[in-house]
């Protein structure tokens, strides 16, 4: 099995001198996300993932697997840039709603990488991480969408045999010169949906009515801070959620059918309904730092 961590920060200069680049270029990307410059960064970014591919070539011609698989890296660290880019462009204009595709996009980038490193403060994946978990929670998802299938034929991306075939000698989920393995669905039978607290993936979510004008009030109220407070992207903030404790009064043009606003998950009706005093979640938001490279 192939358990080697990479140092993502690094390159043979000798062998790689144009690869130097890289490096120039997430950092010009990081800045220009930190000043708006959206499509700015995703075009250095899409400049960066060529340079990746130029290196993954050179790596192989060079029996060099190692700087292969470092290229795939950096590349999906590129990936990640453009996903953060996408999502901040989004929520900019209020569409918090398609931001969170793109923020599920960043989420998958930065674990990939996060398990292939060995110390995940290289190029501040730790911090960007911890930061993009905390924007997370201030969304009003807590059920998903969960699709059930079964997979009839499964094979694997790098040799496309299947993956039951002992002549596959590829394991799921690692690197092969500059490739991740993966299981590849050829045939699947769809059964249903369900809805679920915790999916693998988070993408698929109920919709909700986003009214722009009332964006204070509504479910996507944390968020709309937050991005309200924050003077550009990749600020780091504490989240401290309290209980706030309100006269039932509070809540009189609350529908009895809707969301208990205690946070229970539970129908109004059937929870906090005929208490005296109603204990709701209280979100403060604490701007901190920037997030440096
Ligand atoms: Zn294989
Ligand atoms: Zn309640």
């Known amino acids: 099995m192939n358990m080697i961590k990479y140092n993502i920060s690094k390159l043979d200069e000798k062998k790689y001198p144009f690869a130097n680049e890289i490096f120039r270029l997430i950092k010009y990307s990081f800045e220009d996300i930190k000043k708006k410059n959206y499509d700015g960064s995703i075009g250095t970014s899409i400049k960066g993932k060529k340079i990746c591919e130029r290196l993954k070539i050179k790596a192989i011609k060079n029996q060099d697997e190692y700087s292969a698989n470092l290229s795939f890296l950096l590349k999906l660290y590129f990936d990640l840039l453009i996903a953060i880019s996408k999502f901040w462009k989004l929520c900019e204009s209020a569409d918090y709603q398609d931001a969170w595709t793109y923020l599920q996009d960043a989420l998958n980038y930065i674990k990939t990488i996060k398990g292939f490193v060995n110390d995940s403060s290289q190029l501040s994946l730790d911090k960007i991480c911890s930061h993009l978990i905390k924007i997370e929670k201030l969304y009003p998802y807590f059920y998903f969408i969960s699709v059930e299938m079964i997979c009839k034929k499964i094979t694997c991306s790098i040799c496309k045999k299947s993956v039951f075939d002992p002549n596959c000698e590829h394991i799921s989920g690692e690197l092969y010169w500059g490739e991740l393995a993966l299981e590849v669905i050829g045939d699947i039978e769809f059964i249903g949906s369900s809805l679920v607290e915790n999916p693998v993936d988070k993408r698929c979510v109920i919709l909700m009515n986003l009214d722009k004008n009332k964006l204070e009030e509504g479910p996507f109220k944390t968020i709309h801070i937050l991005m309200r407070n924050s003077k550009h992207p990749l600020i780091d903030f504490d989240l401290n959620i309290t209980k706030r404790k309100l006269p039932r009064s509070f809540y009189n ?31 403060v938001i604490k701007i901190k730092d920037e997030i440096k490279l």
């Open 253 to 283: 043009s609350w529908s009895e059918n809707s969301l208990c606003p205690c946070g229970s998950r539970k129908k109004f009706r059937e929870c906090c309904y005929d208490q005296e005093f109603i204990l709701n979640p209280h979100y």
